[in-house]
């Protein structure tokens, strides 16, 4: 039975595991988080906490789901926006944990509508015994443009909101960032500037998954009418990796919370290798269960195993150096597709791909029902290896360009 | 003529295939595949594994709870326990929970991981009668707890039935050596063709002895004894297995008895090449003991099957059977016949009341039983595995007391 230690320190703070709750239903009262800690969760980001001034109405429905064939869902889509819960009842809840749960971290998500409200925020979370606290600077469906991710594109004022909070509490800080931006570096500097002490990337994405064809209503349709709002879960991971990794290589040893999509262990050490010390999850939570944090532990102990490492930080960003401007990728060969007639089933989708999508390379033998790859057309693009439904396609010989210098050699190639 | 006999039947999954049908699961609640497994494997638990990419994890669990999971995947009866009540029926079919199961200890074995960890020695000392699943189970469980176990074995080779009665294409014997490697490695000694008499003496030199002697014996119907062409299901299913299928058998065989011995027999007599295989059967159709798989398999290899009826009489080598419930009547002429009526237990040589379900009615001081002598189980492996568990216990807590 494997046993590694999970435990590291993100921001000053000493966590028993990476993986956290992040801020939004799963993480709503006393009741869920207890659960959600005796499941084996390190963290919590609780709720987000607003301002007493600012009243939550919620919509009914409230989801939507993308679904491509026998999967469930592999996007959601949701209107909600922060706490419903009264400030009272927020810092009571809080309270009771951090007293309750001394070994957990507890992390208090905040947004503010104004300085003032910032400030304050951070004090009463810092007074009921939060371990940290997250700026929410990024929910796309607030029903104010003073709050969520129409400032997190703003950086001057996400800069002066650090800096409230920071006034409001010594407490360590990370802000979260909005995807809904093309780049994250700058506001993520300004918050930085502003006395965060991390970042926390990504809320979730503007987005409309459906649209009802009869009615001509985006869905979740609310009363007639639907809108524009957050996208999360597995779908999404591939944005988030993207942004911490442009954040990552822009400022040196930034300490990030990588959020977006993660459902297994393998979703979770892919954060850790591009930079993210803990990881949050919410939309696998919701699909799945607090139990998926069985799998998400013991998966990565096995993998700090197979990579003979004892502490996770060994991991955190080792991917990082190894993701470089596409202008640098080495252009100087082609790869082309070795095929396994053992594995291969005969159904030609090889061939499909290839003459639709690519470059009519893949030759098909209509009697025995096999490709085969012609080399003078092939240009290595490997399509035909990620449609093979068995496998049966992978990385074969390599072929150097006229234009590349002798003697070149190449080390690892994989599609 | 034995390769057939030889080769494992089902094939196993893919990675695809396994997560495939993991995908399948709808990883439920309170999931009745785990309430319902004997053993208390916890497929729910391990299939999730899998569905999340952690297979290592769900190796973890599969040994953990079951010390003997990868025969179990094999043979486990699963339509009658993990997947009588699998929810994924309300939408086809259940989950093949054993076959994930066997996936998931192949990967073990693939990866040779080394996953249970035995608590350091009590100085206690326990001898187990009888290797088959029962024994081993057992002496693998209170070798983790740190007793130094001796298992006493009167054939030549451990294993018991899932060594000479499970034919080889349902449970290959690499997997069963594999299984017993492993509770080898945990530090219990089986000492092979050495038959016990003397249970007193074992139950003074050891501070606990544990009884699993199973149900070694085929029975016999009174008209058919001592006929050189008849024998039981268990000593020719022995023979088969001991050979590696090289056994001689005639064209034509009757077998009688409809149970999954009586199955594997007849399917074991096929893939032998047997032309002619005759089963009659005291159950009619609807009232069947097989497991549906079983039958279906026999069918498949072209048994004839007769339902409902008894024998009456045998005149040279001609057995003469009447229906139960329709006035019928059939002759069989078969150059062998073999019956697979029932196993008894022989552990009233050791003066112990045995019951009518074959069970060891009392047990007292240091003695205890384990596997199909065991009282109240079922007569399977996965029972023995759930018997172990619960008599490993009770002899933790009784050396424990003393
Ligand atoms: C043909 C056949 C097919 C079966 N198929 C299945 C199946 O598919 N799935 C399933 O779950 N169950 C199956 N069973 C049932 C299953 O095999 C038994 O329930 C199980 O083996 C019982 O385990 P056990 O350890 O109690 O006894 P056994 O497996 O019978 O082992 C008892 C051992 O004790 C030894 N022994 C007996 N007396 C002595 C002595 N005096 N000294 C030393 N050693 C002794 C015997 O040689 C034997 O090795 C099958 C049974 C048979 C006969
Ligand atoms: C229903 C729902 C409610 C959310 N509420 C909040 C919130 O109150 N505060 C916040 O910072 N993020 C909120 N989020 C965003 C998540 O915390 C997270 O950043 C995002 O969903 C991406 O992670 P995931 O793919 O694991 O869900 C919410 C997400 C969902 C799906
Ligand atoms: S896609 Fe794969 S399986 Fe299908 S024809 Fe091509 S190589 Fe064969
Ligand atoms: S041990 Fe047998 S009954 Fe239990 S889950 Fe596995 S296959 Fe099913
Ligand atoms: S009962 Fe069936 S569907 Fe439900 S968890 Fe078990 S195997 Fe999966």
Redesign the interface.
């Given at each position: 039975?494997?046993k590694k230690d999970l435990s590291i320190t993100f921001l000053g703070v000493k966590f028993p595991n990476p993986f956290c709750l992040s801020s939004s239903p799963v993480g709503n009262d006393y009741d869920m988080c207890k659960k959600a800690y005796d499941c084996g969760w390190g963290g919590i980001v609780f709720k987000t906490i607003g301002p007493k001034s600012y009243v939550i109405n919620e919509v009914s429905p409230r989801f939507d789901t993308l679904t491509k064939e026998?999967?469930p869902f592999v996007g959601f889509k949701n209107m909600e926006q922060i706490a419903e819960h009264s400030l009272e009842e927020n810092l009571a809840d809080l309270a009771r944990l951090k007293k309750e749960y001394p070994d957990k971290v507890l992390i208090a998500s905040i947004m503010g509508n104004s300085e003032e409200t910032w400030e304050d925020l951070a004090r009463k979370v810092t007074e009921a015994g939060a371990d940290m606290i997250e700026m929410n600077l990024s929910c796309p469906q607030m029903t104010s443009h003073a709050m969520g991710s129409d400032v997190g594109t703003n950086a001057e004022l996400c800069k002066r909101y650090c800096e409230a909070v920071k006034r409001g509490s010594k407490l360590p800080m990370m802000a979260k960032m909005t995807p809904n931006i093309t780049d994250m570096v700058p506001v993520a500097k300004a918050c930085l500037e502003g006395g965060a002490d991390g970042i926390a990337a990504i809320n979730t994405i503007k987005s409309i998954c459906n649209i009802d064809l009869d009615k001509k209503i985006g869905m979740p349709i609310v009363n007639g009418k639907s809108a524009i709002s957050g996208y999360s879960g597995k779908a999404v991971k591939p944005v988030a990796l993207r942004f911490i990794q442009q954040m990552r290589t822009a400022i040196p040893n930034l300490e990030v919370s990588g959020i977006g999509g993660c459902?297994?262990?393998?979703d979770a050490a892919e954060f850790i290798l591009v930079g993210s010390k803990t990881i949050q999850v919410t939309t696998a939570i919701m699909q799945?269960g607090y139990?998926?944090v069985?799998?998400?532990c013991?998966?990565l102990m096995?993998y700090m195993e197979e990579q003979h490492v004892d502490h996770l930080e060994q991991l955190v960003g080792k991917a990082n150096k190894n993701i470089i401007p596409a202008e640098e990728l080495d252009r100087d060969y082609i790869v082309y597709p070795s095929i396994d007639k053992e594995k291969c089933v005969g159904c030609g989708r090889c061939y499909i791909s290839c003459y639709d999508g690519a470059h009519q390379a893949m030759e098909w033998d209509e009697e025995s029902r096999r490709p085969s790859c012609n080399h003078d057309k092939c240009v290595g693009c490997l399509l035909c290896g990620h449609v093979c439904p068995?496998?049966a396609i992978s990385k074969g010989e390599v072929v150097f360009k006229k234009t590349a210098k002798p003697g070149r050699k190449v080390q690892d190639v994989r599609l | 003529m034995s390769e057939k006999y030889l080769k494992e039947y089902e094939a196993g999954y893919t990675p695809?295939l396994v997560m495939e049908e993991a995908?399948r699961c709808l990883?439920c609640h309170d999931a009745p595949c785990s309430k319902a497994c004997p053993a208390g494997t916890d497929p729910a638990?391990f299939i999730?594994?899998v569905r999340?990419?952690?297979f290592?994890?769900a190796a973890?669990t599969v040994r953990?709870n079951n010390i003997l999971g990868a025969i179990c995947a094999r043979v486990c009866p699963t339509e009658r326990y993990c997947q009588l009540g699998c929810s994924r029926s309300g939408i086809d079919k259940p989950i093949d929970i054993g076959r994930i199961q066997r996936y998931v200890t192949d990967y073990e074995d693939c990866l040779k991981m080394d996953?249970?960890?035995k608590k350091a020695s009590n100085g206690k000392k326990v001898a187990v009668v009888g290797s088959g699943p029962a024994g081993l189970s057992i002496a693998g469980l209170l070798a983790l707890e740190g007793c130094s176990v001796v298992v006493f074995e009167k054939d030549a080779k451990a294993g018991g039935y899932m060594r000479y009665g499970m034919p080889e294409y349902r449970l290959p014997s690499s997997v069963v050596d594999k299984e017993i490697k492993r509770i080898q490695k945990l530090g219990v000694e089986i000492r092979t063709s050495t038959k016990v008499e003397d249970l007193k003496k074992l139950q003074k030199e050891y501070d606990a002895v544990v009884l699993a002697v199973g149900h070694s014996k085929g029975k016999m119907l009174p008209m058919f004894e001592g006929h050189r062409f008849v024998k039981t299901a268990v000593d020719f299913l022995h023979d088969c297995k001991k050979k590696k299928g090289n056994v001689k058998v005639p064209d034509n065989v009757l077998v009688i008895g409809g149970g999954d011995v009586a199955m594997d027999v007849v399917t074991t007599l096929k893939l032998l090449g047997v032309k002619q295989v005759t089963d009659v059967v005291y159950e009619t159709f609807s009232e069947f003991k097989a497991s549906k798989k079983e039958l279906m398999g026999a069918q498949e290899q072209g048994v004839s099957i007769m339902d409902g009826f008894v024998p009456v009489s045998l005149k040279g080598k001609t057995v003469r059977f009447t229906h139960r419930f329709v006035p019928s009547e059939v002759k069989v002429k078969a150059d062998l016949i073999i019956l697979a009526v029932g196993q008894a237990t022989e552990a009233g040589a050791f003066g112990l009341e045995v019951n009518k379900l074959q069970e060891v009615e009392k047990v007292e001081g240091n003695l205890f039983t384990c596997g199909d002598i065991y009282k109240g189980g079922e007569k399977t492996v996965v029972y023995a595995v759930r018997s172990a568990k619960e008599v490993a216990y009770k002899v933790k807590k009784y050396l424990g007391g003393k």
């Open positions: 039975m494997v026998a999967e459902e297994t262990w393998e799945y139990r998926i069985e799998d998400l013991n998966g096995h068995v496998g | 695809k995908s990883l638990k999730r594994s999340f990419k952690n290592k994890g973890e953990i996953i249970l960890e």
